[in-house]
């Protein structure tokens, strides 16, 4: 908008509302350095010719006819008003455009939060919880820039970085069914998280994947790196200790190059065992784990989403471990550093009947 004319005092005219704001600030200027100066013979005893010349430098701009201090200042203010509206108003229309296009109402705040709090919100319940990003934990090995799908879909490590991996790979269990895992080798699939077993979430009974050792086996015969994970519904550490040795036990047979998991997710069940641990117990639960495959010579990781890292576990306790970190979008979300990206839950790979989750490797896969 145009800043519009107004009338000197005095029948003197101002030419824009920046001259007024220029000029004003020239006569509150003016005022400061005289305030300076009085300071500065009080205190070094200067001439007193010094100071009657800056109160008349003061007076001659005064008399210039220019709009007063508290004037300017009421421009401002309505200048300022105007702006806040103007804001809103675009404000409200990149809502309606984001809804439009789909977007949900936690995309959106996600977006603000990060842009102007740097802060990362969880959603759970019905519920938002806000947690300011910690500058004291590690941070992300790579810029969220640097990630993007090509055209099929498929993340790429977009950097320069030499010691970032970027390779395919997916997790699969049961669901995924008889898979041919000389397609999956055929089809760019470099590395693969095989689930050993889960506990169940109401009784607590253990249980081996029906498929895991079809996959462990089909997966090193074709050459492609191996990790494996066990679905935790542990409610204390014994549990906990329970479930790593079954996974240890299960991979005797076995060389696996890549982690042991310990898979921290909050139950869907109403019923869980679990729904009523505190943030303390949780995190005890995935240290005894990860200890006990650490003394079995493996590299223990935790795998989680934002509710499990950032308000069911306690990150700072966790710093020293690997992470497996599930976000489903085009950008990572997570600014800690994590060691594997699960980007995508619906993908595609020859070999397999149905959909598969994908990830990236975000460091060397021989680290």
């Known amino acids: ?3 519009e004319r107004r009338k000197k005092k005095k029948g003197a005219g101002i030419g824009s509302f920046v001259a007024i704001l220029f000029l004003s600030t020239i006569a509150f200027l003016a005022l400061i350095f005289c305030v300076f100066l009085l300071i500065r013979i009080d205190g070094m005893q200067s001439d007193e010719e010094e100071l009657k010349e800056s109160v008349q430098k003061l007076h001659e701009i005064e008399e210039e006819g220019y709009i007063s201090e508290a004037e300017a200042l009421k421009l401002i203010e309505e200048e300022h008003e105007r702006t806040e509206r103007e804001t809103t108003v675009k404000f409200v229309d990149w809502v309606r455009n984001q809804l439009l296009e789909g977007n949900s109402t936690k995309w959106m705040l996600r ?11 969880v959603e759970s319940n019905g ?8 500058a004291d934990f590690k941070q992300a090995l790579i810029d969220p820039s640097e990630l993007s799908p090509d055209d099929d879909g498929l993340m790429q490590y977009r950097g320069s970085d030499p010691q970032i991996d970027g390779r395919l790979g997916i997790d699969v269990s049961r669901f995924q069914g008889k898979i041919d895992w000389e397609k999956v080798a055929a089809d760019g699939v470099s590395f693969a998280f095989i689930r050993v077993g889960f506990r169940g979430s109401s009784e607590g009974k253990l249980n081996e994947d029906p498929q895991f050792v079809s996959n462990i086996e089909g997966a090193l015969e074709n050459g492609i790196a191996v990790g494996v ?6 409610i204390n550490e014994e549990e906990a200790l329970e479930e790593a040795d079954f996974v240890i036990q299960a991979l005797e047979p076995y060389e ?6 310990f898979d921290f997710e909050s139950a869907d069940s109403d019923e869980a065992r679990t729904n009523s641990l505190t943030q303390e117990q949780n995190t005890d639960h995935v240290l005894a784990f990860c200890s006990r495959i650490a003394e079995a010579g493996y590299q223990p990781m935790v795998y989680g989403n934002l509710k499990s890292f950032l308000l069911l576990l306690d990150m700072e306790r966790l710093e020293h471990l690997k992470k497996w970190f599930a976000f489903y979008d085009t950008k990572q979300y997570f600014p800690y550093e994590y060691s ?4 995508y839950d619906k993908g595609r790979v020859d070999g397999i009947e149905g959909d598969v989750d994908l990830n990236i490797c975000i460091e060397d896969l021989g680290r």
């Open 1 to 3: 908008m145009s800043p």
């Open 111 to 121: 977006n603000l939060y990060r842009t102007f709090s740097n802060e990362l919100i």
């Open 127 to 134: 519920g938002y919880f806000f947690f300011p990003v910690r």
């Open 229 to 234: 994970y066990f679905y935790t519904q542990a």
């Open 256 to 261: 696996i190059s890549l982690p042991v998991v």
């Open 340 to 343: 594997y990206w699960q980007y």
